[in-house]
Structure formats: structure tokens, C-alpha cells
């Protein structure tokens, strides 16, 4: 059944929500409370708890799972777009961005220079693209990820958008199956609402019946169509700082998440803060204990998800957030960016700016030497 985030229903969680936050108590200090409703997840975020008092609950709960955890480098295919975003770098009408699209040969170079670097997942990002277009960055991308596969990626995202089924069996086409028609490797699609307030979306991706970021309801439904499709694995999130209202964020987030995995998939959920870019005024912001507030709440109130943190943040944040977090992602939003030893990060170039341009390893062996381990990196 097909997800309807219908707005009496976000409200009446919302009402619940502030009736529940004068009284409610931090959940124990183990790893075996009972399940939050969302009410009450939103209730801690109009609460009088603050970032630290959560953070540290979400901490505690997370018990020795707050030192295993994931990590992938993003791969931008290309940086064209059809869509209108207004707040993307990459988005059709901004001249000021330099376009460019790897060839094949490229991809393979990339792939291999992560591979050899220990990185052994990756995500494979384009545009996002009208229908009579739309095959091309399918073909590109399914021949990336034919080419991941071949090198042994344990684990491949892919973000190009909004597809029909029809679609996702043509980019699906080159990957094993297993007895029940679903996905053997593992292969997530990443579609992010980036707001689930519907009159906020309107503003930033816009309603032209051309652009094909417009359609809420259909870029709502594309995971339960992917479901149908045999993936297993998905990748919801939205991109803080668009809505002002960040309980409202918070309450629809958490019940697609609980749709998805109702729907027996495994699902990683992403936050990321509105950044810098190209031909952008991003100038609305989360504040730092406003982020780590959400993602405390999230840890705590979906923990069956993989909360994503990238490194659009800094040493810092990502230090705040990491233990209540499951993926650690660390990379250029150019294309096709990376060298034997770095990246380049042009943001001319890119779909955002990305605030720790370290070396990948040299960000993750801080870690590993405080006693962190990363699934999918092998140090060489």
C-alpha cells in the first residue's frame, strides 16, 4: 500500500505532540525501552530538553553500536538537471555552473581510484531528468553500476531522481536477483523529498508541469514503486533549512520511515543542512544544536533506520552526531572529482559546497583511532 502523508494527519500527531512535551522524560539509559510513537518523538523536539540532554540519551541507547558503523564516497556521474530546485547548484537554469558528464572510460577510472583507496561503497549521483530524457541518465547510471559490481562494491546508492517502474526495471536490469524477484547485492535508491510541506516544495522546486522535481506525490511514491521493482534497501531524507518548521519535517520524516519499514525494507535516512551553491542565496539555516537535536531525536525514535551524516559538516558537528549516527559519508559533490589521494572541490562546479575537503582516509582513520570501525573500508 502506497504511503498518504495527508495533512490532518500530520496535525494531529503535531497536537498530540505539544499536549505530550510539558511532562515527557528522557527514555531509560539502555538499549531496551520500548518503541517511540511518533507523537512522542515530537514531543521531545517541543520539549524543554535540550541538544546535549538528548544527544546524550540517544548516546547511551546506542550502547557499542555507536562504534560500528558504515561509510560510502559519493560519484556524481554528471551535474546536468532538467529540474528547477532553486536552492541546487545543478539545477537547469544556473549559468553559472560548469557542466560536465563523465564518460565511461572516467567512470571506470573513478571507480577504481575509490577501490584502490578502500572504499568499497559507492553512490552513483546524476540529475534529475524529463521523461524523453530521462533514458540517458538511466543508461549512464546503469552501466556505472555495472561496473561497481564488476569491482566488487559491497554497496551501491543511487540518486538520479524519480522513476517509473518501467524505468527502475531498465536501471535494475544487469543486477542478480534472487528467488523472490528482489535486489541479491546490495543496491539502495536514494530519493530525497527534501520537504514534505507541500506549499515549501512548491516554492523551491516549482510547478512547472515540465520540470520533473514538481511532482510531489509522484517523488512521494517512488520508493513503494521501487519496493514493487525488487529493491530492498532505500534512502529517504530531507534537506534541513527549506521548512522553517522543523517539528513538521520531523513528524512526516518519521512516518515515511515507519511506512518503509512496514514494507519489510531496510532503510537509511539522510539529514543534510542546506549549504552553499552555485548561482544559490542558501541563506536559511539549522543551527548546530537545532541538527543535533533532530538527529538525537531520530536515533532515538527510529532505531531499526541508518541515520547518513555526510561531510557537508564539520569535524566538529560530525563529531557531536557520530555516535548516534550509522554512516559516515566523506567526498566531493563534483564530478568525478577524486585523485590516488584527494579530490578536487570545485564549487563552480559542484551541487553544493562541502565543508571537510579532507582526504577521505585521513577523516576516517580519526576515527578508527579512537576505536570506530567502518563497514565497506579496507585502510591500504
Known sequence: MSLELREETIDAVLREARTLAPAIALPPRDDSGRELSVAEMVAFFYSKHD????????????GRRAFDLETFSPLYLTNTCDAECKMCGMRRDNRDLERQTANPAEIQGQLEILSA???????????????D????SIALTRDALRRALTLGFRHILINIGSLDERELADLLADVPRGADGRTLPKVTLCTFQETYDRETYRRFMGDNRENPRADFERRLENFDRAAR???RVVNPGVLLGLCADLAYELTALALHVRHLLALGLEVYVSV???????????SRGVSDDEFVRLVAILSLGVPEAKIVITTRECSEVQRRVLPMVSVLSA???AVAPYTETGARFPLEASQFKVTDQRPIETILAEYIAEGVRFENYQAP
Open 133 to 136: 530524457t530521462r533514458q540517458w
Open 117 to 131: 583507496r578502500g572504499i568499497l561503497a559507492v553512490a552513483l549521483l546524476t540529475g534529475e531528468y524529463q521523461r
Open 272 to 282: 543534510p543542512r542546506l549549504r552553499q551553491a552555485s548561482g544559490a542565496e542558501n
Open 331 to 333: 567526498g566531493s559533490s
Open 229 to 231: 521493482a525488487g529493491i
Open 51 to 62: 541538544a546535549e540532554s538528548l544527544r546524550a540519551a540517544a548516546v547511551a541507547r546506542r
